[in-house]
């Protein structure tokens, strides 16, 4: 009997125990059940405000935007108004230099002539130790036809690149400019090249482009020398040449009043005055300041003449002869007296198209750039070394 108390005892005891951890349990679940439940509704919360954050950023990205492009456009404005100010003011200082003072002293013309006659009489001291002349024409090259039956096609004279100049026509204000030789033989017509604008029209066909400098001869009421930066497309300098009554420094090319040259020496003047009508002159330029340094006149007579050069200070000058689309150097005058009339060589250029109505050579590459006829021709040189006397 005791012992079934004893096994009750026990059983009631287990039932409990088990009600107990039962109970505990359902506790436990309930209160997961709560925080899943808490869980949930952050969760919710959160998200909504993360959509809303969304809306918001979107529509703050959408003004930004808008603004971005209001700011873009009024950039690009004021950008071209600052490139046509800067234009206009190219202009105007290109077209509105110092006026000369009208009143001048007879002693100050005296002074300026007796300059003159100085600089033409004084020793040219050369700048290097050039003394190469002209042997023969090595080689011709025809490249291409591109442009009208006057102009000039040049390369930078000091190889600071391999950009190609050309100015067609003989008054215009737009240079055409290829990246390379290359690129002028492929393309079709003007197709491939670049405008560089200049800030007034060039006269003739006397232009030069020397360390990134474009240096041109434009005509108002008196000669200038323009020298315009192609880089940032602005005026560096410009001078009036300091001589009056000009006249066309060739006779077969009558819109050509000064025809500029560069070589191993670097810049010159290449005139004619009518004091001097029936010959040639040669002037000196500073490069830098674009000052004449000293004049000569020649003995080369402009009748028949196209086109001129320098090299090594020799002045070349090519006429026309009697043979259809033949020209020759029949003229040379040389700066230090190195070369006489017996040792100037005797250069037939082969049979072209018409005349040249510009020839301008590089002394990196010992190249003549000459235009025939809307031809674009290049002429090798052979070279031997001038005898001082």
């Not at 899943?36 to 959408?62: C, D, G, P």
């Not at 013309?109 to 020793?123: D, F, P, S, Y």
């Not at 011709?140 to 190609?164: C, E, F, N, Q, Y």
């Amino acid at each position: 009997m005791r012992g079934l108390l004893v096994l009750l005892s026990l059983a009631c005891l287990a039932n409990a125990q088990h009600q107990a951890l039962i109970d505990y349990l359902e506790r436990r679940l309930l209160a997961i059940e709560d925080r899943i439940s808490l869980w949930h509704e952050q969760i919710t919360r959160y998200a909504s405000e993360l959509r809303e954050l969304k809306q918001q950023m979107v529509s703050q990205l959408e003004n930004l935007d808008k603004e971005k492009e209001t700011l873009r456009t009024s950039l690009d404005s004021m950008g071209s108004r600052v490139d046509r100010v800067e234009r206009e003011l190219d202009y105007l200082e290109t077209q509105n230099g110092a006026q000369p003072c009208v009143d001048v002293d007879d002693k100050l013309i005296e002074h300026q002539v007796t300059l003159v006659q100085e600089k033409q009489k004084a020793k040219y001291f050369k700048m290097t130790d050039c003394s190469d002349m002209i042997s023969s024409i090595k080689a011709m090259k025809i490249l291409k036809r591109v442009g009208g039956p006057k102009g000039m096609w040049t390369r930078d004279t000091s190889g600071a690149s391999k950009k190609v100049y050309i100015f067609n026509g003989t008054a215009e204000d737009t240079v055409n400019v290829f990246a390379s030789v290359q690129d002028l033989t492929l393309s079709q017509g003007f197709s491939l090249s670049s405008d560089l604008k200049l800030p007034s029209p060039w006269s003739g066909t006397g232009h030069v482009v020397h360390n990134n400098q474009v240096y041109y001869v434009s005509q108002a009421e008196e000669i200038t020398v323009v020298k315009f930066d192609a880089r940032n497309n602005s005026v560096t300098d410009s001078a009036v040449f300091p001589l009056q009554d000009h006249v066309p420094v060739y006779g077969l090319t009558s819109e050509t009043l000064m025809d500029l040259a560069v070589d191993e020496e670097g810049l010159w003047a290449i005139y004619a005055t009518r004091q001097n009508e029936k010959h040639i002159s040669l002037a000196k330029m500073d490069a830098n300041s674009l000052g004449v340094e000293q004049m000569w006149d020649t003995s080369c007579p402009r009748e028949n003449a196209e086109a001129a050069f320098v090299i090594c200070g020799t002045l070349y000058v090519v006429y026309n002869t009697m043979q259809p689309g033949r020209s020759r150097v029949q003229c040379v005058f040389d700066v230090n007296d190195m070369v006489t009339a017996e040792e100037a060589p005797l250069i037939y250029f082969p049979k072209r198209y018409g005349s040249h109505s510009s020839l301008k050579y590089n002394p990196q590459e010992q190249l003549l750039y000459a235009w025939d006829d809307g031809y674009q021709i290049l002429y090798k040189l052979a070279m031997k070394k001038k005898l001082e006397i």
